[in-house]
């Protein structure tokens, strides 16, 4: 009988633990899946000096310099303005956490005349090993990170028609 409600106890204690899981495991889900864009006509130059604005006192508390250069005047994008500044911020808040002292944007269009927008910076290289795994939803090489920045990012910039790449 004290066997059966160990037993009993165990499997009620495994069946609890395995509901949490799974609520945390939605929780998360519904956390990293994107919304569709709302996209309207955005002038990039704005786009970024609003994206230089936000970020303008955490570089300073940082000690970090962030800049943009449009190397062509009058582009357009049609995006969701937020999700986009959002992934600008992402992009910042790595480049800062990597030891980042000058991050540098720059806009222009490509051969094909799609717009191109880099964002560099001279913070600590990703190491080869893992420069493809940084996008990988949860994978982290932050002590206190979550691994879904740069994922979300990606995620965003493939409802948008775009790309998010990296160089090391």
């Known amino acids: 009988k004290e066997d059966e409600l160990d037993v009993k106890a165990g499997l009620e204690t495994i069946s609890a633990s395995s509901q949490d899981l799974i609520r945390f ?68 808040k790595n480049a800062v956490q990597a030891g980042a002292t000058s991050i540098r944007i720059t806009a222009d269009l490509n051969a094909e005349d799609q717009t191109v927008i880099r964002v560099s910076n001279n913070g600590k290289a990703i190491p080869l090993r893992q420069i493809d795994e940084i996008f990988v939803p949860f994978y982290t090489t932050k002590s206190n990170g979550t691994g879904i920045g740069l994922s979300l990012s990606k995620q965003i910039m493939v409802k948008h028609n775009g790309s998010l790449d990296r160089k090391s």
């Open 25 to 92: 495991v939605e929780s998360y889900r519904n956390f990293t899946e994107v919304a569709p864009p709302i996209r309207k006509a955005v002038m990039v130059d704005e786009l970024l000096d609003r994206v230089l604005r936000l970020n303008k006192a955490k570089m300073a508390e940082q000690g970090a310099v962030l800049t943009y250069q449009d190397k062509m005047a009058d582009l357009l994008i049609y995006a969701d303005e937020g999700q986009i500044v959002q992934v600008f911020n992402n992009l910042i």
